[in-house]
């Protein structure tokens, strides 16, 4: 139900940035260094300008994720984090070849930086990226299709815990972008996702921001990133 409600709302936006990632695998350019700047420092790849500002749409994306008149904002929210996951799934899916337990044995995120997997029992893992990421991909699936989770029939009131299991959701994605940012972003340069990306990300700051899902501290990793993104739309 709230699907189709707020599709009506936000339908061009939400479903303009998917379509054109391919699952397909292009063939694998060579691939360059972060390059040096102007205080000699290695600057990295995503926060060069021709890349930060590589953007599917010029619109105002600030506008898009604020909650439209009439709209409950659980339904908001729920669409919102349904559409994110759609997206970095597509992401994700074009990575896996080069998002190996080989290339990529632990859950990086940056310099020093590794996520690690509480299980239900408490205990913590330190498993390969891909596993890292099935995993996430998976328990948000079950979120999402679990009527009593993320309710969709009409009727169906969305439980009290709702906001907590989004925001849990929330720093999953951040995990899988950052990973992303960090280990492939070359990979995602040479399948031209560059644009899907960084639209995907801003879209996830600023919803994040909007309803206040995700602590700046979970998001410092990529401080540097987020005030470029922010600032050059
Ligand atoms: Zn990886």
Redesign the pocket.
């Known amino acids: 139900m709230f699907l189709f409600e707020i599709g009506r709302c936000a339908g061009n936006y939400l479903w303009s940035y998917v379509p054109g990632v391919s699952s397909e695998p292009r063939k694998r350019k060579k691939t360059t260094e972060d390059v040096p700047n102007r205080n000699g420092e290695r600057e990295k790849l995503c926060l060069q300008d021709r890349h930060v500002t590589c953007r599917l749409h010029r619109d105002d994306l600030k506008t898009y994720v604020q909650l439209p008149k009439g709209v409950e904002e659980n339904e908001w929210i729920a669409t919102h984090t349904i559409k994110l996951y759609d997206n970095l799934q597509l992401i994700t899916n074009c990575?896996t070849e080069?998002?190996t337990a080989e290339?990529?044995p632990v859950m990086s995120g940056g310099q020093n930086l590794i996520f690690y997997w509480v299980s239900e029992r408490n205990k913590k893992m330190r498993p390969t990226?891909?596993t890292y990421i099935e995993m996430v991909m998976s328990w948000t699936e079950k979120q999402i299709k679990d009527e009593l989770v993320f309710p969709t029939k009409y009727g169906n009131q969305f439980p009290p815990t709702f906001k907590d299991t989004v925001r849990k959701m929330f720093r999953f994605f951040f995990h899988i972008i950052a990973?992303i940012y960090y280990?492939?972003f070359q990979d995602v340069i040479n399948f031209e996702l560059v644009p899907h990306l960084n639209t995907l990300f801003h879209h996830y700051v600023l919803f994040s921001q909007e309803f206040n899902l995700v602590e700046d501290k979970e998001m410092a990793p990529l401080e540097t990133l987020i005030n470029l993104l922010i600032g050059t739309n």
Do not use: E, K, Q, T
Request: aromatic share 10%; proline share 10%.
């Open positions: 990575l080069y998002c290339n990529c990226a891909p990973h280990s492939h």
